[in-house]
């Protein structure tokens, strides 16, 4: 992103851009930020745009040709394509177009062995967005709230991120809910996040392993029904859990072989921020008690697909049965 940042103040471009990974509001800040400083107040005749999986090569060639009207740049924006997923003609196809044209592309998924990948990483710019870690996070939602000369503390905004999870897209979203419900405060406080952010499904899942950690079945029903309560599915709920604890053995493994928690995100496939709420949870578990709720888990799906118990029971039980005190 800094290398980005730096095109965009100098207004030197590279021919190629490729934005990629799993956080969609830093893709779209960067993507429009781009936009903006290569085309400037330019009409859309100098814009072209591809959207999906159906995109012709030689449309694409045929128009990255062309030079632009009365302009310096002439922008070509590819997203969503999953060209970088597949075998693709396009990198020999725009190999040769004039210094006056640039490509970004914009993708969540891609294969860095793919042929196109190389052609831009040797030939562009390419740029890994995922999500912030804790410290950006919060400077994230501070600098949106005090653009509208807002305040908050710090263990406010950390009781916000709880409630929101990580996607940048969500926050801001639910961040201007909380602009407009304090319309007459300076200071943000737990009661209004309270009063109008949506609780994400991870947050409660997160909220109900605590329960079931801390021995308090009670709880941990509560937030299952709260789920039930606005129609997720038992068995979505059930392979939520499921994955939550084996991101939990896995942390608690990777711990006890004494890998830093700094590098622990690629390889449990959760962000940065994330990382160590993951690993206080773990703390309530043993790596026995992370393996028997696996296999249990594992055995009442099972039980389920076979029809020989019900979804809604099924994960009452798993509920009940870990949030009982348990052998260390």
């Known amino acids: 992103m800094k290398v980005i940042k730096e095109h965009i103040r100098t207004g030197s471009f590279k021919s190629y851009y490729l934005l990629y990974g799993s956080e969609d509001y830093l893709k779209k800040l960067y993507r429009d930020k781009l936009k903006n400083a290569i085309l400037k107040d330019d009409s859309d005749m100098n814009f072209s745009y591809f959207e999906g999986r159906d995109v012709d090569p030689d449309k694409v060639s045929q128009i990255a040709q062309t030079l632009p009207f009365f302009s310096d740049y002439r922008l070509i924006i590819i997203e969503n394509s999953g060209l970088f997923k597949a075998q693709s003609e396009l990198s020999g196809l725009i190999a040769d177009i004039p210094a006056s044209t640039i ?93 109008v952010i949506t609780t994400q499904v991870s947050g409660k899942i997160f909220q109900m392993i605590d329960a079931i950690g801390n021995q308090q079945p009670d709880k941990a029903l509560e937030l299952y029904y709260d789920l039930l309560s606005v129609r997720e599915k038992p068995m979505s709920i059930l392979y939520l859990i499921i994955r939550h604890f084996n991101i939990l053995l896995q942390a608690k493994e990777l711990q006890t072989l004494g890998f830093p928690s700094s590098n622990m995100s690629e390889k449990l496939g959760v962000p940065p921020f994330a990382v160590s709420k993951y690993l206080g949870q773990s703390r309530n578990f043993t790596i026995k008690q992370l393996k028997n709720a696996l296999e249990f888990g594992t055995d009442i799906e099972e039980q389920i697909k076979t029809g020989r118990m019900l979804e809604k029971i099924g994960v009452e039980l798993f509920i009940l049965t870990f949030s009982k005190k348990q052998g260390r």
């Open 103 to 195: 490509i970004l592309f914009v993708e969540s998924e891609i294969d860095k062995r793919n042929k196109l990948y190389k052609f831009v990483k040797d030939h562009g710019t390419v740029s890994e967005m995922n999500g912030l870690d804790e410290k950006n996070l919060k400077l994230f939602v501070i600098s949106l709230l005090d653009a509208e000369g807002k305040r908050i503390s710090e263990s406010t905004v950390l009781y916000l991120l709880d409630k929101t999870g990580t996607d940048m897209v969500n926050i801001a979203n639910e961040v201007q809910k909380l602009i407009s419900y304090t319309l007459n405060k300076d200071i943000i406080l737990p009661e209004d996040i309270d009063a």
